[in-house]
């Protein structure tokens, strides 16, 4: 394949991003590749994770056959594999591309809606939530179909597992290995009482699992689709399982997860030899 590939380059407008954009753009000019920001065979994101992440939005209708590459010229991304100092590492890759990728799963989310039969479908890369923000959210909480919990507070995340590291992370839910199929449910500020009562830890459901939220009736709800915020008509039920589609990044060179978790969170400094 190599130079034959239609390439899209999608990026924030910080200067060092902009600077980066220029150097790829000649570089993969020069080595004859042809751009195409509508039916691209490779989207380069150039910038962090959230770059990435509004680029699998913008490319979500082409996941079947888009591979996507990102670089990061902040710090160290999940999505990001090359640091902008790369690029000519990076262009000799794609020069010899073989169509290698790797797949991770998504999350696919169905929300019902109160007084009509509508029905609305999202893919998420990272999470979903549904946050309350005046008062708390109220919502029975099922699994495959079974009622789990009744759950009280300001919301409800459902994670995948490259997600897990994102916001989920931030809700004390664990880190997954991308290579499982699995969702994970994580609290934001339960109330814990005899009437509300819930895990109160974060659970992983697995791969043929399907997840339901039935809310109580409010129209001031907030959903979020990884980083879009979506404020909706009232909503009768939310429905969350592993999307058939998948995300394939084309991989060029391997990073251990675990040594992108260690560098990400952790960093080199904190290592101490134990006597
Ligand atoms: P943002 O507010 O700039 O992102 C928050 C941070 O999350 C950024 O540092 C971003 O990295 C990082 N991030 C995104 N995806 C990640 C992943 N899979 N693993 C580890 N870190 C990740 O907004 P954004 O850049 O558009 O990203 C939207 C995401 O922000 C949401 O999907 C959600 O996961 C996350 N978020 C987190 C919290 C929280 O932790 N309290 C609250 C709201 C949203 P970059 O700087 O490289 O972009
Ligand atoms: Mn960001």
Redesign the pocket.
């Known amino acids: 394949m190599g130079p034959k590939l239609k390439i899209a380059i999608h990026n924030n407008r910080k200067p060092n991003t902009l600077k980066a954009v220029n150097y790829l753009r000649s570089g993969l000019q020069k080595s004859g590749f042809r751009f195409d920001n509508r039916h691209p065979d490779i989207v380069i994101t150039v910038g ?4 990435l ?1 509004s680029a699998f939005h913008r490319y979500a209708a082409q996941l079947d056959h888009v591979r996507f590459v990102g670089v ?1 010229t ?2 160290l ?3 990001t594999d090359w640091r902008d100092y790369e690029l000519d590492h990076l262009i000799d890759a794609l020069k010899v591309d073989s169509g290698q990728s790797v797949a991770y799963p998504l999350l696919d989310v169905t929300t019902t809606y109160k007084n009509s039969r509508e029905q609305a479908h999202f893919l998420c890369l ?2 979903s939530t549904i946050k309350r923000l005046g008062s708390t959210l109220r919502a029975n909480v099922y699994i495959q179909d079974s009622f789990f919990e009744s759950f009280r507070g300001d919301g409800l995340c459902v994670s995948t597992p ?2 897990s ?3 989920s992370k ?1 809700l004390g839910g664990a880190v997954l290995h991308p290579r499982l199929e699995a969702l994970q449910i994580t609290e934001i500020a339960s109330i814990n009482n005899r009437v509300y009562r819930t895990l109160s830890a974060p659970v992983v459901v697995a791969s043929d699992e399907n997840i339901v939220f039935k809310p109580s009736p409010a129209d001031d709800y907030v959903l979020t689709v ?2 879009l915020t979506l404020n909706h008509r009232p909503i009768e039920k939310l429905e969350y399982r592993i999307a058939k589609e998948r995300i394939h990044f084309a991989r060029y060179r391997h990073m251990h997860f675990w040594d992108r978790v260690e560098e990400a969170f952790i960093g080199a400094n904190s290592h101490e030899e134990l006597s």
């Open positions: 962090g994770d959230g770059t992440l990061h902040g710090h991304g999940f999505y990272n999470e490259t997600g590291t994102a916001y931030s990884d980083q």
